[in-house]
């Protein structure tokens, strides 16, 4: 078994691929029905067109959500 696949059999793994399945989801579904997406950064909330979000996720975060 090589690590890559030990890492990914770790509970931790599994849900940080769950949020980030998620985010994806919420942008996706923001950009569909032309709403912004509503967010916590620098201690405040904020909203973020999610054309703006996508450039904000790497994409390999979107590759990820896909499987």
Do not use: C, Y
Not at 25 to 51: F, M, N, S
Not at 57 to 67: F, L, N, T
Request: hydrophobic content about 35%; glycine content about 2%.
């Amino acid at each position: 078994m090589n690590a890559k696949t030990e890492d990914e059999s770790t509970l931790s793994w599994k849900v940080d691929a769950a949020f980030r399945q998620a985010a994806h989801r919420v942008i996706q579904r923001a950009k569909h029905r032309g709403t912004l997406v509503v967010i916590w950064e620098d201690g405040q909330i904020k909203e973020v067109p999610p054309e703006e979000m996508e450039l904000r996720i790497p994409d390999k975060w979107a590759s990820e959500s896909r499987d």
